[in-house]
């Protein structure tokens, strides 16, 4: 017979019983929780980037235990559960398509394309936040400080656009990076002329070297966004591409007998670009 969400609600009971369940989920709380549930919604998009669906069945099963622990520890504290969260989604997912499901007289809301629903979706959010006493009524309102950074930022670019205030095309992202990248520059040379024991300036350049690399990665993640290149899934490639050459590297020192923490760095150089032709010829 099939497992069913009752079944997993009651595990969950089960598991949190402070008599009989486990010590370990027993003393939990929302705070212990949720790094486990952000790690989970990254698991379901590395299976997903994998194509693995077998283990995108399994983590998606893991991301939903999430929901369901939540869910108990909440209704444990008389806050709400599983069957609230479940309504409130269900209400949402109506009330923000209009387009679809049909109002009290049974009408519906013509929209045009994606775009025009995008910006229908926006709104409605934008009157949710003030139905519930939000005052802030910037554009940039609601935007998650939860997010990882780099999201944030492709959202607040995101919202800001909505106003026109974005570029047209990627080209000239490609000259602001080049004029951000310059002032990281110009902060390391500064910081090259600094006395070595003046640590106040040391300090205040550091300050200063980080705000202009915020703004380097700011306006790459802009660049993305514009290519129409997911930044996480470029990342993500990027670092698969960076383990794939290094542990080659590792591969090719062993092979000769040594390791490469016991090469200088033009030695390990010569071992990257190897790699990195044998990546490029589809080898590795």
């Not at 709380?29 to 669906?53: N, Q």
């Not at 679809?100 to 809301?109: C, E, T």
Request: charged content about 30%; proline content about 3%.
């Amino acid at each position: 017979m099939a497992n069913t969400i009752d079944d997993l609600l009651r595990i969950m009971a089960t598991l949190r019983d402070p008599v009989r369940g486990c010590p370990w989920d027993v003393k939990q709380d929302f705070a212990s929780i949720a790094p486990y549930t952000i790690e989970e919604a990254y698991e379901v998009a590395d299976a997903i980037d994998r194509k693995d669906h077998a283990d995108l069945r399994d983590e998606l099963g893991d991301l939903l235990l999430q929901v369901v622990f939540h869910a108990r520890m909440a209704e444990e504290q008389g806050l709400f559960a599983f069957a609230d969260v479940v309504a409130a989604i269900c209400d949402k997912m109506i009330r923000r398509h209009p387009h679809v499901f049909p109002d009290a007289d049974g009408n519906l809301r013509g929209i045009e394309d994606a775009d025009a629903q995008t910006a229908a979706w926006e709104e409605l959010k934008r009157r949710e936040r003030a139905g519930k006493g939000d005052a802030d009524m910037s554009v940039l309102a609601g935007i998650s400080r939860g997010l990882p950074e780099w999201q944030r930022a492709y959202k607040l670019q995101k919202r800001a656009a909505t106003i026109g205030f974005d570029w047209s095309d990627p080209a000239p992202v490609l000259d602001k990076l080049e004029e951000e990248i310059g002032e990281v520059r110009g902060e390391l040379a500064a910081a090259a002329r600094i006395g070595a024991d003046d640590a106040a300036a040391h300090a205040a350049n550091h300050v200063r070297l980080a705000d202009e690399i915020g703004d380097v990665l700011f306006v790459a993640v802009n660049l993305a966004r514009l290519a129409k290149v997911d930044y996480s899934q470029a990342l993500r490639g990027a670092n698969a591409k960076f383990e794939r050459r290094f542990r080659r590297m590792e591969a090719l020192a062993q092979a000769e007998g040594a390791r490469l923490d016991g090469k200088s760095l033009a030695e390990q150089d010569a071992y990257w670009n190897r790699a990195k032709t044998e990546d490029k010829a589809g080898l590795l």
